[in-house]
């Protein structure tokens, strides 16, 4: 049975505030309750009497950071997944073939700075596995860091669950990983030259970056930048210009960019994504769009602002946003119930918009609940037999869930819909996703069924 709340006593306040600089977490503030009894527990783990005394050993800098550490693996939210934003990777794939069809000799050296269990940073290991195979001479050393220690571990020992790869056809998967029961464990070549290491971005760069100055190719922090208060991300956009190389990318996740926080980049477009760019005094390579003006674009909502009180239901109900745009940022935060409670609460209201009905199918799929889930994917068509992305997941749903036949039938339909679709992208829960892309998939799984 579960416990009654306690209340949040002021030992509780003052160490979750502690925590929160110490990590930058700020979204903690509406999880009192998760995070006093974490205390709770802990302190009698530790066999100290009362939270009182807890909070005073914690003035013990070696104790405070190994119960930080601790925090973070219990409070941090590690959603990622292989080629996630797959545009990024494109528009990386770009620019670095342009350098080494110039000649380029320099070893790539890249840093994913919230790299969680590490699909990011083999992600780019794969890309730039695969631009070797057309330019022998590449080399490359990718860093990789988090604050969780066991995100860490699982990073390095490189074996992924099916979810890992959801957005890819299953020909990437074959080609890199081997099966392992129910996982898929990364290829050995393809782990030596990315090394893991624990490094929390508000604390001083650890000894792997040392000697980095000035140096980085590519600098990853995706989608840890919303849950920092803004002068934490202006700090953070300062150190990261430092770390990179003249010309070198910084990659953030969708609704991370702030053109006013990350000026002193130049913004580059490249068919749905946005890369920022540390000028070098030349043009950007001239497969990608030429750089954003600056000025002209308006500063990002999407970073939150921290507040000094915890938002009560109340003032949240009265500015209740229910934009797909918001909806994507929760469940990119891992906030999946917000998110569900959210189009659940649209749906009073707009019951005949497909869209809703497709991102409720996501989540509850997401969540394991698959029927309910088929159930909103064939009413959100239904609605609008033509939703592109209702057609795509449904399909993909249909793959893993329904006798080949049927799947096979799904398969074929939500291609045709693709094929005559006038967008380019696939607006998905997490991300945009090329039509171009959302075809290859299907056909792969086309084949895979047929198989
Ligand atoms: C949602 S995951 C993002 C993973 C990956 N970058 C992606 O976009 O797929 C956010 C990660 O940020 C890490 N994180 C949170 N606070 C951090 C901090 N202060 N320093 C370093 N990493 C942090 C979390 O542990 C988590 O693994």
Same mark, same amino acid.
């Given at each position: ?60 800098? =070696? /104790?405070?950071?190994?119960?930080? +550490?601790?925090? *973070? ?7 990622? $997944? &292989? ?124 000894? =792997? /970056?040392?000697?980095?100055?000035? +140096?980085?190719? *590519? ?7 919303? $849950? &920092? ?223």
């Amino acid at each position: 049975m579960s416990q009654p709340a306690q209340p949040f006593v002021p030992e509780s306040q003052r160490i979750l505030e502690s925590f929160m600089d110490y990590s930058g977490l700020n979204v903690l503030r509406e999880r009192e309750s998760v995070f006093q009894q974490l205390l709770l527990d802990r302190m009698e783990v530790l066999g100290y009497a009362s939270l009182q005394r807890y909070e005073q050993a914690l003035q013990e800098p =070696q /104790l405070r950071e190994q119960e930080y +550490q601790g925090f *973070a693996v219990k409070l941090t939210i590690g959603e990622t $997944y &292989f080629m996630r934003h797959s545009q990024v990777f494109d528009a990386l794939r770009e620019a670095w073939s342009s350098e080494l069809e110039a000649g380029r000799i320099r070893p790539y050296r890249i840093w994913s700075a919230a790299a969680s269990i590490g699909c990011e940073a083999y992600s780019i290991n794969i890309l730039l596995e695969e631009l070797k195979q057309r330019f022998p001479a590449l080399q490359r050393q990718i860093l990789a860091s988090d604050l969780n220690q066991d995100f860490l571990k699982t990073a390095r020992e490189a074996r992924y669950g099916d979810w890992s790869f959801r957005s890819l056809d299953p020909g990437f998967r074959n080609r890199y990983f081997q099966q392992q029961g129910t996982l898929w464990e990364l290829r050995p070549e393809l782990r030596q030259d990315v090394q893991f290491f624990f490094c929390n971005l508000l604390a001083d760069f650890p000894a =792997q /970056l040392t000697g980095l100055y000035g +140096q980085l190719d *590519a600098l990853f922090c995706r989608n840890v930048l919303i $849950y &920092f208060d803004p002068e934490t991300i202006r700090s953070l956009a300062k150190r990261f210009f430092q770390m990179l190389a003249p010309g070198g990318w910084l990659v953030l996740g969708p609704s991370e960019n702030n053109w006013e926080i990350f000026g002193e980049f130049e913004a580059v477009t490249h068919q749905g994504a946005v890369l920022y760019r540390k000028p070098d005094g030349k043009k950007p390579p001239a497969r990608l769009t030429t750089p954003v003006t600056l000025p002209s674009m308006p500063p990002s909502p999407a970073v939150p602002v921290r507040t000094d009180q915890p938002k009560t239901s109340a003032s949240r109900d009265a500015k209740a946003d229910h934009s797909r745009e918001h909806i994507r940022s929760l469940l990119s935060q891992g906030k999946r119930e917000e998110a569900l409670r959210c189009v659940k609460d649209a749906l009073v209201t707009q019951d005949l918009n497909p869209e809703y009905h497709m991102l409720s199918g996501y989540i509850e799929e997401a969540a394991g609940e698959v029927r309910i889930a088929g159930e909103h994917y064939k009413r959100a068509l239904f609605l609008d037999r033509e939703h592109p992305a209702a057609q795509f997941l449904q399909a993909q749903l249909g793959v893993k869930h329904l006798p080949p036949k049927v799947a096979l039938r799904q398969l074929r339909i939500a291609r045709s819909v693709l094929e005559s679709a006038h967008e380019e992208c696939l607006w998905l829960p997490l991300e945009d996703l090329s039509v171009e892309a959302a075809l290859r998939i299907l056909r792969g799984l086309e084949d895979e069924v047929k198989a």
